[in-house]
C-alpha cells in the first residue's frame, strides 16, 4: 500500500552528524505514527525512534539525547536528525509506518533501508 523511500544515509566520522529522510506515498501520511528501525550486521532489527500522529516522540536509550525524529506532514515526510554518531550506531536505517496513529498500533510498512556507517 504505502511506498517509503529513505536517503541520506552514508560514512560518517564518530562524533559528526547525519539527517535521514523518508518520503512516504500511496497513504494518507499525517494519521499513522511513524517510525525508524536499523539493523547491524549480526544483529536483530531494533526501533531507534517512533513519532506518533499527533507528533510525541519515543526514542531507545542508546540514542536518547543524540538522535531527533521529525515530521513534515505537508510533505509526507519523516526525518532523522542523528548527532554524536557513535561506531555502533553503524546499521542499515529503514522507514517504517505504522498500522495505526499511536506508539502502540506496531510497524508493518517499510522502505528499502540506507545503510550508515559511522568509522574512522
Known amino acids: 500500500q504505502v511506498q517509503l523511500v529513505e536517503s541520506g544515509g552514508g560514512l560518517v566520522q564518530p562524533g559528526g552528524s547525519l539527517r535521514l529522510s523518508c518520503a512516504a506515498s500511496?497513504?494518507?501520511?499525517?494519521?499513522?505514527?511513524m517510525g525508524w528501525y536499523r539493523q547491524a550486521p549480526g544483529k536483530l532489527r531494533e526501533l531507534v525512534a517512533a513519532i506518533n500522529s499527533g507528533g510525541s516522540t519515543k526514542y531507545t536509550d542508546s540514542v536518547k539525547g543524540r538522535f531527533t525524529i521529525s515530521r513534515d506532514n505537508a510533505k509526507n515526510t519523516v526525518f532523522l536528525q542523528m548527532n554524536s554518531l557513535k561506531p555502533e550506531d553503524t546499521a542499515v536505517y529503514y522507514c517504517s509506518q505504522g498500522y495505526g496513529g499511536s506508539f502502540f498500533s506496531g510497524f508493518g510498512f517499510w522502505g528499502q533501508g540506507t545503510q550508515v556507517t559511522v568509522s574512522s
Open positions: 500511496g497513504s494518507i501520511f499525517s494519521i499513522y505514527a
